[in-house]
Structures are given as C-alpha cells and as structure tokens.
RNA sequence: UGGGGCGUAGCCAAGUGGUAAGGCAUCGGGUUUUGAUCCCGUGUACCGCAGGUUCGAAUCCUGCCGCCCCAGCCA
C-alpha cells in the first residue's frame, strides 16, 4: 500500500477525500455533525463525530456542530445542552463553528421563494392523507396533484399568507414541483414547508412555518460551506433531491453527500425512538442509566470516552450493515482501563475472617501498587488487621482441585497482605457458613515466604475495622437477546437482570473520595466508578465492565 | 412488480486482475502476589451462488440468490 501516513485510517469516505484535495476540488475540508435536539446522542452518533471531527482533524479543515432544529413539535433546549455537554465529553471541540438550522429560516425562505418563482415549488391543499394517496406506492407511480400548476403569483401569495400565519397545521404545504412518476419516492414532489404552529425553542413565535429536513440539510450544508456532507445509508435515496435543490438554489457552494453504515451493537437498541420509550417507560432510570447505550449513560458507567474513540475508530466507517459486538466495546473498555485505571481492593459479598494469632493491637500498614502496567501511579498503604473480610465466592468448604482459593486446610496469599491458612469454619444454626478462622504467617509480610513455598490462590481482602461500606451496582446487558425483536415485542428481550444490586459491599477506605469521573480496578473482580447517586456516608458504586474471568469460564463447562 | 444500497472466517474489516492483511472472539501453551494483564501459537474464508472473459479474478462481464433502506406535512 502506498501510503505517507499509516497510521491514519482508511476507508472509502477517505479516499474520496484524499482525491478530492489531489484534483484540486478542495484544499481543505468542513464536515459537520448535525443532531437533531430530539434526544440524546448514544454510542451510534459517536461513530459519525468521530467520523466528521476526524477528518476535518486529518486532512485540515473544521467540523461544526449543527443543530437541525427544524421541527419545534419534537425538539428541546434541554437536549441542545446535554448533546453540547455530551460531543465535548467524548473530545471534540467544534470551536467557532456552532451552528443551528433555525439560523437559516430567513435564507431558506427566500430560496423557497425563488424555487417558486422559477417554477418549480407550488403550495400545494392536499391534506396529508390525501397526499399519501397521490403519491402511489413503492412500485406505482403516484399523481399529480391539482394544484400543482397554480400560477407563480397565487404560489407567492399562498406561501406568503402560511407564514404569516394564515392556515391551520396541515391545511397547505409548499412543495417542490419535480416528478410524481420517479422510482424515487423522494423525488415525488416532496413537501419542503410545511405549517407547524409550536413555539420554536431558538425562534419562538417568530414562524409559522418550517423547512423540512430535505429543504434544509443540504442548504445549511452550502451555506457552511461544507465539503463533504457525511449521513448514513437511510439518506442514500435523499442524496438526488439533495442534489436537485442545490442545482436549483443559487447556493453558494457546492457539497457532497456521501453515505456509510450506522453502527448497530448486540444486546442493545439504538434508534431514538426505542430508547425513549425505555426511559418513557421507566425501563431504565434515565437517559444516563449505566445500561443505556447513550454517551451520557456510558459515561456514568464508567467508560473513558477514549475508549469509545478507538472502539469507532477500530470498526472502519464502510457501507455495509452488520452488528458488531458488545463484546469488542466492553474488551475495548478493558484494554484502556487495564492501562490507566488505579487497582483497589474491594469485597462485594463479605465473608468475616479472623487471623487467630494475629495480634489484636497491631498496627499494619502493607504497601500496595496502585497500577501494575504503570509504575508513574506508585503504591498506596492498606491498613491490615485482625479481622478482614474477604469475598464469600473465594471460599469453598468442599473445593475441588482446581480451586485456587481459600477452602478448610487450604493456605491462600492474601493479595499484598501475609499468606494464611484456613483453621476452622464457623456455621450458623441453618448451617451457612459466617466466618472463617485463619492463621497467618508472620513470615509472609508482604506475600512470599521466606521458605518460598509456593502459593497458587491469591485474594483480595479488606479490613473490618477500616473497610468503608457501599451499595454496587453490577450491570449486565441490557437486553438478553443479541438482536431485539424488530417488531412491537422488542422489550420482551429487556434483560430482568440486567442490574445487581450489592448492598453492604465493603471497600478499602480510599475509595470513599474516589473523584467523580475516575474508573478503578477492584482487583480480581472488575472496573467501577463511583456514582452520582451516592454521598459521604452512603457510597454507591458502579460497575463498568467485568474483569475477563477464565474461571468462571471453566466452571460453566462442568 | 419500482428505486437505492450491501454480500470476504463467529464479529468488524483490508484487498481496486497475479493467486486472501489485521483486530476481536475461539482453542492451545508460557509468565504472573489480580484464575486479570502480558507473551507465544492456533483458522484451509468453495471471497453469496452459477456461468463467462483471461495465462491468471475476491477483484472485469452476465444471470441468479440473500439481506438492508424508501410510500412522515420526522430527521
């Protein structure tokens, strides 16, 4: 491959540019990212940032953000804001370049205005199921519609009086004059005003009407003289009125629309309509519910948005739909955090241990490494003691071979901490197992005796005179199913464990000002964060991903 | 029965006529005070199918099959 920059992706969208600025096309790009405030971005929208940032970043050049805020019924300040929170949290920064549809209501007016005078929109009375019925079907062509060779004049006049506010919602609509024949639906004269009487959250009362988004995204585009228009696959078939409108506007540039495949993940939804109706329907907590695969949700899952920028950036932009993975997100997730995440001890399900000749007063502190992979994160000090804690699954009281861990007789390191043997199990009246009691050797400070025997089971512990507790949340995917239904049975594959809760979990003390935003390793067991939920004196955790777990990968096997 | 796309290993994806990259997963093995990480090894992908052109095709041609999108005054 000849290439001066390999380390730079390559994909179709790519080339084109690459040969756009060879032949002199362009000697720069502008790309945008044009949400439509109606919702919150998800894991989908970070493909096309990353995609229309990237290569504004690659090639020389700028990518705004632009609102497309065409349709006042649906749309809403409040998502502005948090879309604007959520691009710069995954690490764009569309600088000067903020941009919004409703900026060019005067501009699109006056092009509506000029179509018409050319001869090619006419305000049209149909009501919308009679225009459905006009427009025929997938394979017949569709009518024309009576008023479709209203004189200039009377279109002026009509459209002028549906701004001012003259009709009813639905009583007229101007629409572009091109052919009710084409195998393109599309192309079947399609409505490009339509009389819409809700307050606009930027232009208030200001219009009656609004430019549909065939009627807009292309003109915004030209007008921000953008060069290479990115969207995904469903506007393919939009990309010939695209065209059409801007041939016949006297647009002051002339962008390009090229199409690539969304992102699709299992066990999931994506389309906005689905993840309203989670939150609508209180499915989940809310659009930033650790479960939902929006920006905002991942974010307080715990996911590093870098993480999320080379998730993208490994699957390639391409125009083929396929489903990738959660896997592939959640091993990305791993890898990163497995390089930068500080290491914690943590007990999720306390099972008490005494050291029986440990002493009751010692005042231990072991050294413990803060991040294996990165020496710059340095060491902590864990407070040790008589009485700890560890986890109720590291204890078997009938183990079988293979079961490096803590079992009658067995002798296991605890991480960081002396090596100890299990001496006694200690039941309540139903017989569950409440506490263990140990011993420890004195000689193990540290985890290596001075014999060198050899350990296999290492596990983490807390203290219980210095533990701190807290309620974890442990996620699991959202849906059971990899593909929900497509049809109104899609919620019947909503995972019911989908969340566990822990209460009483018991973590090493310096987790208790864990800062907001920062993911830890809870050794052996996973990635957390802490959530917004919990306070001082009621910690709550989240669960990030698991921990890759071989062993439970062999118990499942028998 | 219309129009627009897409079909390369379980998933993503290179490849643009010279005889199938890579990543993830899988399965082995090694190292290891996280059964994590790390390291090493591991896949015959009939390149959707069938013909054709060519010395030679995943790449060109023809036909077929499968999947996705389009009939909002949503974007």
């Known amino acids: ?17 690459r040969s756009d600025l060879a032949t002199g096309l362009h000697d720069h790009v502008v790309s945008r990212f044009p949400p439509e405030p109606n919702g919150y ?69 006056d092009w509506a205005v000029h179509l018409i ?13 009679e225009m459905r019925e006009y427009r025929g079907t997938l394979t017949e062509p569709g009518r024309e519609s009576p008023s479709r060779n209203r004189g200039v004049e009377e279109n002026l006049d009509l459209f002028a009086r549906m ?13 572009a004059k091109i052919d009710m024949a084409s195998g393109n639906i599309n192309m079947r004269d399609p409505v490009l005003y339509r009389i819409v009487r809700a307050p606009h959250p930027r232009t208030g009362d200001a219009w009656h009407i609004y430019p549909m988004y065939d009627f807009a995204h292309g003109q915004s585009d030209a007008l921000e003289h953008v060069t290479h228009s990115l969207c995904t696959l469903e506007f393919e078939d939009h990309r010939p009125l695209y065209d059409w409108l801007i041939d016949n506007l006297p647009a002051p540039a002339r962008p390009r629309q090229y199409e690539f495949s969304r992102l699709n993940l299992t066990h999931t939804v994506l389309s906005k309509r689905r993840l309203i109706q989670l939150v609508e329907e209180r499915h989940v907590s809310g659009w930033d519910d650790p479960r939902m695969p929006t920006l905002t949700g991942l974010r307080r899952r715990g996911v590093p948005p870098v993480a999320i920028r080379d998730f993208i950036g490994r699957l390639g932009v391409t125009k083929s739909d396929g489903i990738v993975e959660m896997s592939y997100l959640e091993n990305t997730m791993r890898e990163h955090l497995n390089q930068t995440a500080q290491r914690r001890m943590a007990v999720l399900d306390p099972l008490k241990v005494v050291i029986e000749n440990y002493p009751d007063d010692a005042d231990d502190e072991l050294d ?16 040790f003691s008589r009485e700890i804690y560890v986890e109720r699954a590291d204890f078997m009281e009938d183990p079988p071979r293979k ?11 605890l991480r960081y901490a002396y090596l100890v043997t299990c001496t006694d199990v200690i039941k309540d009246d139903a017989g569950n197992v409440i506490e263990l009691r140990c011993t ?22 807390v203290s219980a005179e210095h533990a701190v507790s807290a309620e974890v949340r442990l996620y699991d995917h959202l849906f059971t199913e990899e593909e929900p239904g497509s049809g109104d049975d899609w919620l019947d594959g909503l995972n019911p ?43 709550v955790f989240n669960r990030t991903v698991s921990l890759r777990d071989t062993w439970a990968k062999e118990k499942a096997k028998g």
């Not at 413990?368 to 407070?383: H, I, Q, T, Y």
């Not at 079961?403 to 390191?413: A, D, K």
Request: proline fraction near 5%; include cysteine.
């Open 1 to 17: 491959m000849t290439d001066d920059s390999p380390d730079q992706p390559h994909d179709f969208i790519r080339e084109q540019i």
């Open 41 to 109: 971005l998800h894991i989908g929208h970070a493909k096309s940032i990353c995609l229309n940032f990237g290569v504004a970043a690659e090639f020389g050049g700028h990518c705004s953000l632009r609102f497309d805020d065409t349709n006042p019924a649906k749309e809403d300040q409040a998502y502005i804001d948090a879309i604007m929170e959520d691009v710069r949290w995954l690490g764009f920064d569309w600088g000067e370049h903020l941009h919004y549809t409703s900026d060019y209501f005067e501009q699109l007016y």
């Open 117 to 129: 005078r050319e001869g090619l929109a006419y305000v049209d009375e149909l009501s919308p199921e």
């Open 163 to 175: 701004r001012a506010g003259d009709f009813a919602d639905g009583e007229k609509a101007l629409r």
């Open 368 to 383: 413990a490494v803060n991040n294996p992979n990165d020496e710059s994160a340095g060491s902590r000090k864990v407070a």
């Open 403 to 413: 079961f490096f861990r803590l079992g009658p007789g067995r002798e296991v390191r």
């Open 440 to 461: 420890y050797d004195p000689e193990s400070r540290g985890g290596n005796a001075p014999d060198g025997r050899k350990v296999k089971g290492t596990i983490h512990w």
């Open 497 to 539: 464990n989908s969340m566990e809760l822990r209460q009483g979990c018991l973590l090493e003390p310096s987790l208790a000002d864990l800062p907001a935003g920062e993911t830890v390793q809870f050794e052996r067991l996973g990635y957390f964060c802490a959530d917004p939920d919990g306070a001082a004196d009621n910690l």
